[in-house]
């Protein structure tokens, strides 16, 4: 049963902490996404990978937050530093494809409390 | 700027009746709506899906309706059950290649037994 996988799945830092989400997609996928929940703003488009190369960050602070894909098997959300208004839960998708129709399918995120 | 909207945050239902979830998009350029599942603790799961250049597409119990005019979808969950209360994403992509999805704040479905 595929599916992707992300840790740590709880983060609890102090303001000013790095913070290194990471998450495995899905074995072929080659569309990666990251996502920030929070209650105003529902689910936020922060990163976007197409074949590991960054294809839209537009939604992401760029002062702050950097995303990388090292290697197919890995993909990496970093937070420096982070403030308390970056609670929230971090989504990553996979997806097989970049066609509009194909599914997205999501980690079980990674909480994150920023103290 | 919200492009995706989903006015109501949470709504209730008897098990046995249907749930009518609703959602408003701003942007025309949207050719491609799908909704998104989640419980608790768990990321969201796709649901259902439904091109622009039809109204209506039907997926067992569940039925999304498309009004293009209103730019407006609703999601019907007939009959609803237990099982079905969770967070409900609505979501939209521009098309073409390109599976970049703007999603909506979610409606919390209660589906009471």
């Known amino acids: 049963d595929a599916r992707v996988t992300q840790t740590p799945r709880h983060k609890v830092t102090e303001m000013g902490q790095e913070v290194t989400m990471r998450c495995q997609p899905i074995l072929g996928h080659n569309t990666v996404f990251w996502y920030r929940q929070t209650m105003m703003q529902g689910l936020e488009l922060l990163a976007y990978?197409?074949?590991?190369?960054?294809?839209?960050d537009s939604g992401m602070p760029k002062d702050r937050f950097s995303a990388e894909m090292p290697d197919a098997t890995l993909a990496t959300l970093k937070i420096q530093p982070s403030e308390p208004r970056d609670s929230a839960v971090y989504f990553c998708a996979s997806g097989l494809g970049d066609y509009h129709t194909d599914t997205q399918y999501f980690g079980p995120g990674t909480r994150l409390t920023v103290l | 700027d919200q492009q995706v909207k989903q006015n109501s945050p949470s709504l209730s239902v008897q098990e046995g009746r249907i749930s009518i979830l609703n959602c408003d998009y701003t942007n025309s350029m949207f050719d491609y709506f799908l909704w998104y599942k989640k419980y608790p603790a768990e990321g969201p799961t796709f649901l259902i899906s439904i091109s622009s250049i039809k109204d209506k597409n039907e997926d067992g119990r569940f039925t999304v309706f498309l009004n293009k005019s209103a730019k407006h979808l609703s999601l019907h969950i007939v009959p609803s059950q237990p099982g079905d209360s969770a967070v409900y994403f609505c979501?939209?992509?521009?098309?073409?290649?390109?599976?970049?999805?703007?999603f909506g704040t979610g409606t919390l479905l209660a589906v009471q037994p």
């Open positions: 990978f197409r074949n590991r190369a960054p294809l839209d």
């Open positions: 979501a939209a992509s521009y098309g073409g290649a390109t599976n970049k999805l703007i």
